[in-house]
């Protein structure tokens, strides 16, 4: 009996690992603020730009730390409350909400919340598609954007601020700017694009556009949007919105 017994659970045992370890891959959607607040592992999987994708909302209390590890991974750090001492390397830097660190492979994040309020940030990390092209030149250890220092470029609709946009060692381009709409507006109809594509909303009410449905969007939410899904934006609040909005373009 023991004979036929254990193979069963060995079988059974194969069969629950390759189940668990089948990635599963991310859909174009809003994660509301009021679903993903109180979660530290908001999505793990991949998309058509990672093979890797993890996405979490974390928590530093105060006189609390954190290190993150970097190990064949690239991190990106948006904080959303709070104020967090961050060094990667020998860069350092005392960021406030609104802030941005984009972390590049194999480099380890120190945070610390000096302040007597919890700080909140949102934390993106990612592996490229084709680990054979990525980049082996020397890049910095990190890219720290104090939000007091992008200047904000007023437009007909609102404005704009333009963070960051260059490559890195796993993708041929990282580009993140902030859009601000007036009352009422869209930002543009419904479009595609090859590259994937991440909303964040910073403040205001939006509605996204997502492959012909449409879905409201509060502030903290954040929209994933696939690789030639048809989307578009628009200001449903009252009074002027603002959304982070970053496109990456992998290495293949």
């Known amino acids: 009996m023991n004979a036929i017994k254990y193979p069963i659970i060995l079988l059974f045992s194969l069969v629950s690992f390759t189940i668990y ?123 720290m954007v104090d939000w007091d220092t992008v200047t904000f470029q007023e437009t007909s609709k609102g404005g704009r601020r333009n963070i960051m946009r260059q490559p890195t060692p796993m993708l041929n381009e990282f580009e993140m700017h902030t859009t601000t709409l007036n009352e009422g507006l869209a930002s543009h109809p419904p479009h595609t694009h090859l590259d994937e594509e991440i909303i964040l909303v910073r403040f205001g009410r939006v509605e996204e556009s997502i492959d012909g449905d449409t879905y409201p969007a509060d502030e903290g939410s954040f929209i994933f949007l696939r690789s030639m899904v048809p989307h578009g934006i628009r200001n449903i609040g009252e009074g002027q919105c603002e959304y982070y909005a970053f496109r990456w373009i992998p290495r293949e």
Do not use: C
């Not at 730009?49 to 750090?77: C, H, M, N, Q, R």
């Not at 860069?91 to 945070?111: E, F, M, P």
């Open 21 to 143: 370890s089948q990635s599963k891959t991310i859909t174009s959607r809003v994660f509301d603020w009021d679903e993903i607040e109180n979660q530290d592992k908001v999505f793990t999987g991949n998309s058509d730009g990672f093979t890797y994708l993890d996405i979490a909302v974390k928590t530093i209390e105060p006189k609390g730390s954190l290190t993150i590890p970097g190990t064949g991974i690239e991190s990106l750090v948006i904080m959303k409350s709070g104020k967090l001492d961050q060094q990667v390397g020998k860069q350092k830097a005392s960021l406030g909400k609104g802030s941005i660190t984009l972390v590049h492979s194999n480099k380890a994040l120190k945070l610390k919340n000096k302040g007597a309020e919890e700080s909140v940030f949102y934390l993106i990390q990612w592996k490229g598609i084709n680990e054979q092209l990525y980049d082996k030149a020397p890049y910095p250890d990190a890219v």
